[in-house]
């Protein structure tokens, strides 16, 4: 921010795939309008990729394979690298060299975030990064402002498109989840190496932030724990498609008076909930405030131009901030929350077990979970598994048993006990049940 | 901001209804949290109302009836008197004494809004509304702040809570609506002056605020058509029920090329589009942006804790601002966009004539709507018309007519001449049909 007062201001693209060509194009094409809106000029002076790129918005002169260099003259860096490393080297040059960062990197935040927010503090820099969580959403920017005045108590939301793709698929029609993930990287909605969103990792970065933002504590991604969809059969599916209701991958975050907590797992969701008509690369998040009651904030998580529309959103911001010689109040994590134990948060599971069918079978299961101090809430014997049940071999039943509130650590000590019985075969299916 | 650096904020509190009694709350009880957010104290230096309060969180000590000379003496102002004067004159009062102003005043705001902002502008001090408009739902700061690097298309939702309640009960409870908005005042969710919901004026003003803010021009109360509830009958009601639909008064701000519109009617909508579930005093917007796509908000769009969570947000955001002395941008409206003439809008139309059945009857009716040039979507004569018509007489026979897309003036034309012919008896209805 050392230039001169009637200058453009600077902006640097670091990264020039998907969203860093979305966001060149914003950036061109829009340039008068957003112009009015920050109220002095700017222009592109760089844009660091290290494969050739064939772009009509990207200018060819613009293009740099010395990231390092390019954020020491700029007053913006736009952060699209991704991963830690090198964007966090590129990300913590950029702000020691006096500019401020917007970057949709959940990944980064999510591991270094407390380093990132401190440099950017004491440089007297802005990092704004609404495109790490949900996309073109507004969800970054409410809590950090929007909710100021109030106190959140829970998030709870389906930040990953990828996931709610393959599920959607599986359910629509039928397919088993190999099936369904291969299609889904045909088609260019799941990367080559889909570990990131299949096991959770990236709602889980996502829930770290949420979290961070919500509770004004320290959240990394080691605190937050994580179930992906890889286990989720198609027998898991048609199961609940008989019980009227989906399978959505969930990240939830809550303050409750044993701690904070994240988590990512599938659960189970009435047909009928807000949550179970949110398909493909939509994203919504429900936040449950003290004061403001339920929230909803619904739409693109993903994609070209809605992820580069929020990039956009924070570069005004950014650029305002640097024309009126300000920044926003940094990440604020001035609680010091205890991580919620494991047994603390309850919730309802719905458990399926294959069984040889013979007398006495539901009592003996029963029994344990009697024994496990968990109240069964309701059993149905009706489903016929199928050849999508690991241990399946042709002659077993399908036993589903809901339980009532209890916590997952019983829950599975619970599992483990009735899978010892000798009616018992096979891999049960865990899921939980959202209320 | 004349004071010391160390001294607290000095918080005004105009008015202490029920939101005004709420914000006091939220300032006392949260007080260390909120210190925290906003890295320096405050305290309430004083409450203007000319009543007598008998509240647990207002301190009787700080109340005060010279509201001008309290304004004079904060550097926040929170001004929840409604209506426009004395409104207007406090809060320009306030700005010209160097306060930042925190309301939720959107009859002001829709109808002084200019003059305000450039006031705030030239005295170097913020405007803060987010509880303008629908309450505790991030609109105001998305708008401003969120989408500042996209182009917003339209905006379209159900904003004002007491209309859908009324329209609720009359749909659950098959009511007309007159005993419905008896009712709805009976249990406080209806003023006894009734006409700035039912006529649908507070859903007109917020309307103009989202328009100015969506669209960055100015666009005033006096810019929006507005159309209430109070012709909705019971036979309304039945007949959208009768083909899966449900009547909610919608506020649609939009750009097109015609220029900018800011409209409010009743509409029929489909009961599974999503704005169909939100009831009672639950407010939902959606956001249809160039590059971001498809976004809802959702949210309490009314009451005293989820209207101060909001404003509460605000007085953070304005403390802050104060204590890293800077100011948001203030409020743009940079483009100077024409109103769309009435014929720009299309839409799909349902109209319900009382008719004397016999030969010829649609033809005559079918006639009239192609001379106009109108095309015709589709034809019920299957409901039964109710003593809830207008001008029902016992002998009469419904005909619902449904359009393609049309321009409202050219419709209003054909139902006149519709309504000259022998055949047709009573007053139409006409309601829009969201697509």
Same mark, same amino acid.
């Given at each position: 921010?050392?230039?001169?007062?009637?200058?453009?201001?600077?902006?640097?693209?670091?990264?020039?795939?998907?969203?860093?060509?979305?966001?060149?194009?914003?950036?061109?094409?829009?340039?008068?309008?957003?112009?009015?809106?920050?109220?002095?000029?700017?222009?592109?002076?760089?844009?660091?990729?290290?494969?050739?790129?064939?772009?009509?918005?990207?200018?060819?002169?613009?293009?740099?394979?010395?990231?390092?260099?390019?954020?020491?003259?700029?007053?913006?860096?736009?952060?699209?690298?991704?991963?830690?490393?090198?964007?966090?080297?590129?990300?913590?040059?950029?702000?020691?060299?006096?500019?401020?960062?917007?970057?949709?990197?959940?990944?980064?935040?999510?591991?270094?975030?407390?380093?990132?927010?401190?440099?950017?503090?004491?440089?007297?820099?802005?990092?704004?990064?609404?495109?790490?969580?949900?996309?073109?959403?507004?969800?970054?920017?409410?809590?950090?402002?929007?909710?100021?005045?109030?106190?959140?108590?829970?998030?709870?939301?389906?930040?990953?498109?990828?996931?709610?793709?393959?599920?959607?698929?599986?359910?629509?029609?039928?397919?088993?989840?190999?099936?369904?993930?291969?299609?889904?990287?045909?088609?260019?909605?799941?990367?080559?190496?889909?570990?990131?969103?299949?096991?959770?990792?990236?709602?889980?970065?996502?829930?770290?932030?949420?979290?961070?933002?919500?509770?004004?504590?320290?959240?990394?991604?080691?605190?937050?724990?994580?179930?992906?969809?890889?286990?989720?059969?198609?027998?898991?599916?048609? @199961? /609940?498609? &008989?019980?009227?209701?989906? %399978?959505?991958?969930?990240?939830? #975050?809550?303050?409750?008076? $044993?701690?904070?907590? +994240?988590?990512?797992?599938?659960?189970?969701?009435?047909?009928?909930?807000?949550?179970?008509?949110?398909?493909?690369?939509?994203?919504?998040?429900?936040?449950?405030?003290?004061?403001?009651?339920?929230?909803?904030?619904?739409?693109?998580?993903?994609?070209?131009?809605?992820?580069?529309?929020?990039?956009?959103?924070?570069?005004?911001?950014?650029?305002?901030?640097?024309?009126?010689?300000?920044?926003?109040?940094?990440?604020?994590?001035?609680?010091?929350?205890?991580?919620?134990?494991?047994?603390?948060?309850? @919730? /309802?599971? &719905?458990?399926?077990?294959? %069984?040889?069918?013979?007398?006495? #079978?539901?009592?003996?299961? $029963?029994?344990?979970? +009697?024994?496990?101090?968990?109240?069964?809430?309701?059993?149905?014997?009706?489903?016929?598994?199928?050849?999508?049940?690991?241990?399946?071999?042709?002659?077993?039943?399908?036993?589903?048993?809901?339980?009532?509130?209890?916590?997952?650590?019983?829950?599975?000590?619970?599992?483990?006990?009735?899978?010892?019985?000798?009616?018992?075969?096979?891999?049960?299916?865990?899921?939980?049940?959202?209320?």
């Amino acid at each position: 921010m050392a230039q001169d007062n009637q200058a453009p201001i600077r902006i640097a693209l670091l990264g020039a795939g998907t969203v860093g060509s979305q966001t060149a194009r914003l950036l061109v094409e829009q340039h008068d309008e957003l112009v009015h809106r920050i109220g002095r000029d700017y222009q592109i002076v760089g844009i660091a990729t290290l494969d050739p790129v064939n772009d009509p918005w990207i200018d060819q002169s613009l293009l740099t394979r010395d990231t390092a260099e390019l954020c020491t003259r700029a007053d913006i860096v736009i952060e699209l690298i991704g991963g830690i490393e090198p964007a966090r080297t590129f990300v913590l040059k950029a702000i020691e060299s006096g500019a401020s960062v917007v970057t949709a990197n959940k990944a980064l935040l999510a591991k270094h975030g407390p380093e990132i927010y401190k440099a950017a503090q004491e440089h007297g820099v802005d990092i704004f990064f609404e495109a790490a969580v949900g996309g073109a959403i507004p969800i970054v920017r409410p809590l950090r402002e929007s909710f100021a005045g109030d106190k959140v108590n829970s998030m709870l939301g389906i930040v990953n498109g990828t996931t709610n793709y393959i599920l959607d698929e599986m359910t629509t029609k039928g397919l088993d989840f190999d099936v369904a993930l291969h299609q889904a990287q045909e088609k260019g909605y799941a990367e080559a190496d889909p570990t990131g969103d299949i096991e959770g990792y990236d709602a889980a970065n996502k829930a770290a932030i949420m979290a961070t933002l919500a509770f004004h504590t320290q959240v990394g991604i080691d605190d937050v724990s994580v179930e992906g969809i890889t286990k989720i059969t198609a027998a898991d599916i048609a @199961a /609940a498609t &008989a019980e009227h209701k989906v %399978i959505k991958l969930l990240a939830v #975050v809550e303050h409750t008076e $044993a701690g904070v907590s +994240a988590r990512v797992y599938p659960a189970l969701i009435d047909e009928n909930h807000p949550l179970a008509s949110v398909h493909g690369s939509f994203n919504a998040v429900f936040i449950k405030a003290k004061e403001a009651d339920d929230i909803m904030l619904y739409g693109r998580g993903a994609g070209g131009a809605p992820t580069a529309s929020a990039v956009v959103g924070d570069v005004v911001m950014a650029a305002r901030n640097i024309v009126s010689g300000t920044t926003a109040t940094g990440i604020q994590t001035y609680n010091t929350l205890p991580l919620a134990p494991a047994d603390a948060s309850k @919730a /309802a599971f &719905a458990v399926r077990f294959l %069984i040889h069918d013979k007398p006495g #079978v539901l009592a003996s299961i $029963a029994e344990e979970f +009697a024994n496990h101090g968990i109240s069964i809430n309701g059993v149905n014997q009706d489903l016929q598994p199928t050849q999508h049940d690991p241990g399946y071999s042709g002659e077993l039943q399908q036993l589903r048993v809901v339980t009532h509130l209890c916590d997952e650590v019983t829950l599975r000590k619970t599992v483990d006990a009735v899978c010892k019985l000798e009616c018992v075969s096979g891999e049960p299916s865990i899921l939980r049940v959202l209320d």
